[in-house]
């Protein structure tokens, strides 16, 4: 072992020791991994990093520069690599334990960094991290015949850049460690800028973690302060060899333009309809429980509800029977004044309504004291009823507020809700026990997620059946992304031998 690796040990093992600031003995981390030798570049995805060096021992992932970064997590990749699928369940481990241990903790740090969303569904939403699925989702496909035996593999690329959106920031990135890494990859995420603190605390501390238990110390890379220049430097850099975005319309449209390839879970703004067949009871709780889950920050949330005329009277009886509160046509104006800033079309004439970022998550007390009414501060959700053509039907809006929309047929409310939807193919709900009428939503909206009869979360294992991501590719069309989401597919082909019978 050379002399600086020597030093380098002894360092981090003063450090660690400080960092938990106590005489009680650490556990041994293992050794530090030896500086990379530079060596060129085929594309293969192994090459070392040049700037393998001091530089990157001891920040535990968290860097100032998305290049170092980038050299740091494509080491950290190739020691993955060595150590095996055992490290990969160990990473596992230690991100599913670590999010649920310190679920109250972190989520109030991500609540008071971001004031957007509820306090208890950020502390929910990390305890969900343990269904995220990891290592054993990746099994191998086997053929065997007259000529042999073949075996298809789902392998790592490298180092995959992921982007994190301001809704759901230590969740998100807590569930795609567990996927990326799951499938044996390094990764480096650009936060969002206003929520990046809670997403560096985390990121140290699995890091930390991590290497204790692994060796391995920078597996997840993040940019300390991130901007759109260090996004670009991360696409940029050679050792990134996939994108994964999670975010709105804006990120997506960036990300593609790299040239790199991008995974992008986008935006959504989805619609429920509901019909006459359905139990309006069980329909009102559902919107209210997927609606107002984190104040509707998530991009699976209902958004807009088309109702059929002849059941939209009781469907809001219900709403206000299970904690929703309505509001009338001058408090929703009020409302909707406050929520969005309306800027002259050009040319057309029509003003464009942009929701205003300060009602985003906010809560619906708040919502209502900007439409002139007080209430108290456990309010679930606003509604009112609106056309289909309203700010709050057309904008995916993030606010816990519901625009109920009456539709005279079931043509009508399938229509308008593929308008609403936007061609965003992410998600659509219907309350109705009518399966033609099912199948026709679902055959028009072609969405990633259709729930029938529950609320949105089902769609991702909560309260359905299923498996859990934060990171839902709609526009790339990957679907909810899983560890097999981030793996090449390679085939090994044994010729005439091996098969026994
Ligand atoms: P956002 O688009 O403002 O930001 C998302 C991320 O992209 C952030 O890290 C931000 O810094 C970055 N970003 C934004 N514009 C960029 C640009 N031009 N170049 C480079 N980076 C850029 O979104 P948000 O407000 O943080 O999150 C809400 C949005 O994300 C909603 O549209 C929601 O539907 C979507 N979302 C989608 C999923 C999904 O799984 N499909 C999950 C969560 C959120």
Same mark, same amino acid.
């Given at each position: 072992?050379?002399?600086?690796?020597?030093?380098?040990?002894?360092?981090?093992?003063?450090?660690?020791?400080?960092?938990?600031?106590?005489?009680?003995?650490?556990?041994?981390?293992?050794?530090?991994?030896?500086?990379?030798?530079?060596?060129?570049?085929?594309?293969?995805?192994?090459?070392?990093?040049?700037?393998?060096?001091?530089?990157?021992?001891?920040?535990?992932?968290?860097?100032?520069?998305?290049?170092?970064?980038?050299?740091?997590?494509?080491?950290?990749?190739?020691?993955?690599?060595?150590?095996?699928?055992?490290?990969?369940?160990?990473?596992?481990?230690?991100?599913?334990?670590?999010?649920?241990?310190?679920?109250?903790?972190?989520?109030?740090?991500?609540?008071?960094?971001?004031?957007?969303?509820?306090?208890?569904?950020?502390?929910?939403?990390?305890?969900?991290?343990?269904?995220?699925?990891?290592?054993?989702?990746?099994?191998?496909?086997?053929?065997?015949?007259?000529?042999?035996?073949?075996?298809?593999?789902?392998?790592?690329?490298?180092?995959?850049?992921?982007?994190?959106?301001?809704?759901?920031?230590?969740?998100?990135?807590?569930?795609? =460690?567990?996927?990326?890494?799951?499938? +044996?990859?390094? /990764? %480096?995420?650009? *936060?969002?800028?206003?929520?990046? !603190?809670? #997403?560096?605390?985390?990121?140290?501390?699995?890091?930390?973690?991590?290497?204790?238990?692994?060796?391995?110390?920078?597996?997840?890379?993040?940019?300390?302060?991130?901007?759109?220049?260090?996004?670009?430097?991360?696409?940029?850099?050679?050792? =990134?060899?996939?994108?994964?975005?999670? +975010?709105?319309? /804006? %990120?997506?449209? *960036?990300?593609?333009?790299?040239? !790199?390839? #991008?995974?992008?879970?986008?935006?959504?703004?989805?619609?429920?309809?509901?019909?006459?067949?359905?139990?309006?009871?069980?329909?009102?709780?559902?919107?209210?429980?997927?609606?107002?889950?984190?104040?509707?920050?998530?991009?699976?949330?209902?958004?807009?509800?088309?109702?059929?005329?002849?059941?939209?009277?009781?469907?809001?009886?219900?709403?206000?029977?299970?904690?929703?509160?309505?509001?009338?046509?001058?408090?929703?104006?009020?409302?909707?004044?406050?929520?969005?800033?309306?800027?002259?079309?050009?040319?057309?004439?029509?003003?464009?309504?942009?929701?205003?970022?300060?009602?985003?998550?906010?809560?619906?007390?708040?919502?209502?004291?900007?439409?002139?009414?007080?209430?108290?501060?456990?309010?679930?959700?606003?509604?009112?009823?609106?056309?289909?053509?309203?700010?709050?039907?057309?904008?995916?809006?993030?606010?816990?507020?519901?625009?109920?929309?009456?539709?005279?047929?079931?043509?009508?409310?399938?229509?308008?809700?593929?308008?609403?939807?936007?061609?965003?193919?992410?998600?659509?709900?219907?309350?109705?026990?009518?399966?033609?009428?099912?199948?026709?939503?679902?055959?028009?909206?072609?969405?990633?997620?259709?729930?029938?009869?529950?609320?949105?979360?089902?769609?991702?294992?909560?309260?359905?059946?299923?498996?859990?991501?934060?990171?839902?590719?709609?526009?790339?069309?990957?679907?909810?992304?899983?560890?097999?989401?981030?793996?090449?597919?390679?085939?090994?082909?044994?010729?005439?031998?091996?098969?026994?019978?």
């Amino acid at each position: 072992m050379s002399a600086v690796n020597e030093s380098l040990i002894r360092d981090v093992v003063a450090e660690v020791l400080g960092r938990l600031g106590s005489a009680a003995p650490a556990p041994q981390p293992a050794p530090a991994p030896a500086p990379a030798a530079p060596a060129a570049s085929c594309g293969c995805g192994t090459k070392k990093s040049s700037a393998a060096n001091v530089s990157l021992r001891g920040k535990y992932g968290v860097f100032q520069d998305a290049n170092e970064a980038c050299a740091a997590a494509q080491e950290a990749f190739l020691q993955l690599r060595e150590k095996g699928i055992a490290a990969r369940r160990k990473i596992e481990e230690i991100v599913k334990t670590l999010a649920e241990k310190n679920a109250e903790p972190w989520g109030k740090l991500e609540f008071e960094e971001t004031k957007i969303g509820r306090l208890d569904h950020k502390i929910a939403k990390l305890g969900l991290i343990k269904l995220v699925p990891g290592v054993d989702w990746l099994r191998p496909d086997a053929r065997s015949g007259d000529h042999g035996i073949t075996l298809e593999e789902y392998t790592p690329f490298g180092v995959v850049g992921a982007i994190t959106p301001s809704t759901h920031s230590i969740p998100t990135l807590s569930g795609n =460690i567990v996927n990326i890494a799951a499938a +044996g990859n390094a /990764m %480096v995420f650009n *936060a969002h800028p206003s929520a990046a !603190k809670c #997403a560096a605390v985390a990121v140290r501390a699995y890091n930390e973690a991590i290497y204790r238990e692994t060796g391995i110390e920078n597996i997840a890379c993040i940019i300390e302060k991130p901007t759109l220049d260090s996004f670009a430097a991360l696409c940029k850099n050679e050792f =990134i060899r996939l994108l994964l975005v999670t +975010g709105g319309p /804006m %990120v997506v449209k *960036a990300a593609m333009q790299t040239g !790199k390839r #991008a995974i992008c879970a986008g935006p959504g703004n989805p619609p429920v309809f509901v019909d006459d067949t359905c139990c309006p009871t069980r329909a009102a709780k559902a919107i209210i429980s997927g609606g107002a889950f984190d104040n509707n920050l998530l991009c699976i949330g209902e958004k807009e509800v088309f109702v059929l005329d002849n059941t939209a009277d009781k469907l809001m009886q219900k709403l206000s029977e299970n904690g929703a509160v309505k509001l009338n046509e001058a408090q929703l104006e009020r409302l909707t004044k406050a929520a969005f800033t309306f800027k002259e079309g050009q040319g057309g004439g029509c003003a464009h309504a942009s929701v205003n970022r300060d009602f985003i998550g906010k809560d619906a007390s708040v919502l209502a004291q900007a439409a002139g009414i007080n209430l108290p501060p456990g309010t679930q959700m606003l509604f009112a009823e609106t056309d289909a053509k309203h700010p709050f039907v057309d904008e995916e809006q993030m606010m816990p507020f519901m625009p109920i929309v009456r539709v005279k047929s079931v043509e009508e409310g399938i229509a308008e809700s593929l308008k609403a939807e936007h061609g965003y193919k992410h998600t659509a709900i219907i309350h109705s026990h009518d399966v033609e009428n099912i199948t026709a939503m679902a055959r028009a909206l072609d969405t990633t997620l259709f729930v029938k009869n529950g609320a949105s979360p089902a769609g991702l294992g909560l309260g359905g059946e299923g498996y859990l991501s934060f990171s839902i590719a709609t526009p790339t069309g990957e679907g909810i992304t899983n560890p097999r989401t981030f793996t090449r597919v390679r085939r090994c082909v044994m010729v005439d031998n091996l098969r026994i019978y």
